[in-house]
C-alpha cells in the first residue's frame, strides 16, 4: 500500500468552489488505484470515499491509476493516513 498527502492550491472549480482549497489523502494499492480517499476543505468539510461509498454528488473516490512517481514527493505513513480516516467526520456520510 501507498499513502499520500497532497494540498490543492486552487478551489475546485465548480458549484462547490465556494469550499476553498483542500488537502486530499490517498490510500493506493498496489495495483496503483486508489482504495480511500479523503478531502478536507478550508471551510471545514471533508469528504470520504472507499468501496463502499466511492461517489456522491459531490464527488468521488479517484477513478484513474496513480503515477506513483509524481505522487513520491507527498508520501505519508499508513499511521498518518488512519489516524486521519478514523477521525474526520465527513460531511458526505
Excluded at 14 to 21: A, F, K, L, P
Excluded at 27 to 47: F, H, K, M, P, S
Amino acid at each position: 500500500m501507498w499513502y499520500f498527502r497532497r494540498p490543492w492550491n486552487e478551489c475546485r472549480g465548480d458549484d462547490y468552489g465556494g469550499w476553498g482549497t483542500s488537502i486530499w489523502y490517498f490510500e493506493v494499492g498496489d495495483d496503483c488505484w486508489g482504495i480511500r480517499q479523503v478531502e478536507e476543505y478550508a471551510n471545514g468539510y471533508v469528504l470520504t470515499y472507499d468501496d463502499v461509498h466511492d461517489d456522491d454528488e459531490f464527488g468521488g473516490l479517484s477513478h484513474a491509476p496513480f503515477d506513483l512517481q509524481e505522487f513520491q514527493p507527498f508520501a505519508i505513513s499508513a499511521e498518518e493516513f488512519e489516524n486521519i480516516w478514523k477521525n474526520v467526520k465527513p460531511f458526505n456520510r
